[in-house]
């Protein structure tokens, strides 16, 4: 799904609840690994703020379907998993980077803590079609142009080129967004695939990362360096947003906010 019809099927699930409510709804949309955590968040804020009707999550938009959305009026507030580029910057932004969540490797499947980075590459190309009890590995790819598919090539040496045999394998699971990513991932038996800790926690996921080369991806590890893969996340609103989308803003910066990410798997700045 491209960007373009996102945006056109965003507004047209806002029209109903926009016609529908007398007060204000903030309208938040963008990568999908961010969407659990910023529900959590909204409902925070919704619980302090009643002259606030909602706090609406669009399905996901992607990073740069996010900021496209927040240029035309469709979102209050966008959320991007990374920085962004210097076409997507407005002199009317304002953006915030709010915490960083462990990106790797995880499974559904049970008794499984950690691989080394050879057998993952070979789990891509096929060389080993099988978890160690005999189980077969069913690998959830991104696809080739999707960021996650870059930053898995980054983990370690070999993955990178593992990926490139793996998308040119026949029959291939390839998830377009990061929730397509966790559903696939808990629906195949012995999965393998790749999301974050926030998107795991937030949503509930049946899921858990596993460590890569012994590495655990936790926020933890994080701070002290042992590990290195993460998401960084922003949220970008407008100079001149709306005093509840300001007010949602203040409180992502707080103490009660700050609770939730951290219990939702991010690491925060002081």
């Known amino acids: 799904m491209n960007s373009a019809f996102r945006i056109v099927l965003a507004l047209l699930l806002l029209i109903g609840p926009a016609v529908a409510r007398a007060g204000e709804t903030i309208r938040i949309g963008g990568t999908g690994s961010a969407l659990g955590t910023m529900k959590l968040l909204g409902e925070a804020f ?13 399905p996901s938009l992607g990073s740069p379907g996010g900021i ?11 959320v991007a998993s990374r920085p962004l580029r210097d076409k997507e ?4 932004q304002q953006v915030y980077e709010y915490g960083r969540s462990p990106f790797g490797l995880v499974t559904n499947k049970a008794g499984v803590d950690g691989l080394t980075a050879r057998q993952v590459a070979d789990m891509l190309t096929g060389r080993m079609a099988q978890w160690p009890d005999g189980d077969v590995v069913r690998i959830v790819l991104r696809p080739e142009t999707d960021g996650d598919n870059r930053y898995f090539g980054e983990m370690a040496p070999g993955i990178a080129e593992a990926l490139e045999v793996a998308h040119r394998r026949p029959g291939m699971i390839v998830a377009a967004t990061d929730q397509d990513a966790a559903d696939e991932a808990e629906r195949q038996p012995g ?21 890569l080369d012994g590495a655990q991806p936790t926020p933890q590890a994080l701070a002290d360096g042992s590990y290195r893969f993460y998401k960084p996340y922003f949220m970008v609103f407008r100079n001149d947003a709306s005093p ?4 949602f803003a203040e409180f ?9 990410l951290e219990a939702s798997g991010h690491l925060v700045a002081d």
């Not at 509840?244 to 007010?247: E, F, I, K, M, Y």
């Open 89 to 92: 910057r407005r002199p009317y």
């Open 252 to 260: 992502v910066r707080g103490s009660e906010a700050r609770t939730i």
């Open 244 to 247: 509840a989308v300001a007010a």
């Open 68 to 78: 496209k959305a927040l240029d035309a009026g469709v979102v209050d507030v966008a």
């Open 191 to 211: 999965s393998l695939a790749t999301n974050t800790v926030a998107l795991l926690r937030a949503e509930g996921r049946n899921l858990h990362m596993i460590a």
């Open 46 to 58: 919704a619980r302090q703020h009643p002259e606030v009707d909602a706090v609406t999550i669009l």
